[in-house]
C-alpha cells in the first residue's frame, strides 16, 4: 500500500492519495479496510476509489458524488489496470463545488506520477 499524505489543502479541506495491486472486488474491500485500520483514514470524511479490474471499471463514491468516475477516468487514460487507487478527503467545513473534482484529478495524478518515478 503506497500513502501520498497532506497533498492538497484547500479551504480547511485536507487530501491524501493511496494505491496499491488489486484484482478483485474482494481485495478491493480488503484494501479498504485496511487503510481504514489507519484511525486517520478511518475518520476520514471520504475514502473515494476506482479500480480497473479483468477490464470491468469498479469505483465507490463514499458520499462524495461523482468523484469515483474521475478517477476511472484517469485510470483508463493511464492504461492502469488490475490497481486501486483511493482519494481520501477530511472535510473543512466549507463547501468547494466544482474544485473537489480538480483537487481529485490533481491527487490521482500525483499518485501515478509517483508511480512513475519508482524504479
Not at 501520498?4 to 480547511?12: F, W
Not at 484484482?23 to 470524511?45: H, M, Q, V, W
Not at 493511464?78 to 474544485?99: F, N, S
Amino acid at each position: 500500500m503506497r500513502i501520498l499524505d497532506g497533498i492538497i489543502s484547500d479551504r480547511g479541506s485536507r487530501y491524501a492519495v493511496s494505491g496499491g495491486p488489486c484484482r478483485s472486488e474482494a481485495e478491493a474491500a480488503e484494501f479498504i479496510k485496511a487503510l481504514k485500520r489507519n484511525k486517520k483514514f478511518g475518520k476520514a470524511t471520504h475514502n473515494t476509489w476506482g479500480a480497473i479490474l479483468a477490464d470491468t471499471p469498479v469505483k465507490n463514491d463514499d458520499g462524495e458524488s461523482g468523484a469515483g468516475i474521475v478517477i476511472l477516468r484517469m485510470l483508463e487514460r493511464a492504461g492502469l489496470h488490475d490497481h486501486i487507487v483511493v482519494v481520501t478527503r477530511w472535510y473543512g467545513g466549507k463547501h468547494l463545488g466544482g474544485d473537489r473534482f480538480r483537487h481529485v484529478q490533481d491527487a490521482v495524478r500525483l499518485y501515478l506520477d509517483d508511480l512513475d518515478a519508482r524504479p
